[in-house]
């Protein structure tokens, strides 16, 4: 079974200073994967996402990550928050099921809290 | 971009209570919707997958009859919470896939708390 570990449950970081969330995944095929923003009482917007090729991958809002399949790892970063920035953002591996709908699985997210 | 609207935002019932979530796609056919709940501080977890015209798949743990799915269009899937208890208070969010190979795209969200 599939299964996406964020280990920081809890990053501040100052305005202008860049950003990286950890994301580990495992997975017994080639991963689909993707980060999810989700604002306070909302639901959930896609950032970015990576299905195949050039495993640096560009989102939205000045987003990137970089799939590393010798490390199970699919980093986001950012190299200058800004305070909108601040929210709970959730790394997400798809596993195919019955009927060949893919499912997600979800890390347990990281708060990010930008300091002014 | 892909649009999906849950209704209502917010609800807050006695126990006891049925309540209904609804989830739309309003701008594409949604071969497959998705549920999942979020408890406070916590990831989100799928509580169901719903395909357009046959019943929906629960999770194992996942009360079938607590928590009835149905998706009679290719554009709403609803959620029926039935005879709702606090235990049942939580954040649900839908999801709907335009096809099994695209990413979803997820509703707002319902926030339920049952008193």
């Known amino acids: 079974a599939q299964s996406v570990t964020q280990p920081d449950i809890h990053i501040t970081v100052s305005e202008g200073a860049s950003l990286e969330l950890r994301c580990n995944y495992s997975?017994?095929?080639?991963?689909?994967l993707f980060w999810y923003v989700q604002s306070p009482g909302q639901g959930l917007q896609l950032l970015l996402k990576y299905f195949s090729g050039d495993t640096l991958v560009q989102g939205i809002k000045g987003f990137e990550a970089e799939f590393k399949r010798s490390q199970s790892s699919f980093n986001l970063r950012k190299p200058s928050v800004h305070w909108s920035d601040a929210a709970e953002y959730f790394c997400?591996?798809?596993?195919?099921?019955?009927?060949?709908?893919?499912?997600?699985?979800f890390g347990s997210g990281t708060q990010l809290t930008v300091l002014p | 971009g892909a649009v999906v609207s849950q209704h209502p935002s917010r609800v807050i019932c006695k126990s006891g209570t049925s309540v209904k979530i609804e989830c739309r796609s309003l701008d594409f056919q949604a071969t497959t919707m998705f549920w999942y709940r979020q408890f406070p501080k916590q990831s989100l977890m799928l509580m169901a997958t719903s395909n357009e015209g046959s019943k929906a798949t629960y999770e194992q743990g996942v009360e079938k009859d607590k928590f009835l799915i149905n998706h009679a269009s290719l554009t709403l899937s609803t959620l029926t919470v039935t005879s709702a208890h606090p235990e049942d208070s939580s954040f649900y969010i839908c999801?709907?896939?335009?096809?099994?190979?695209?990413?979803?795209?997820f509703g707002d969200g319902t926030r339920l708390s049952i008193l």
């Open positions: 997400a591996v798809a596993a195919i099921s019955s009927g060949s709908a893919r499912q997600l699985t």
């Open positions: 999801s709907a896939k335009r096809t099994p190979s695209q990413p979803q795209h």
């Open positions: 997975y017994g095929a080639t991963p689909y």
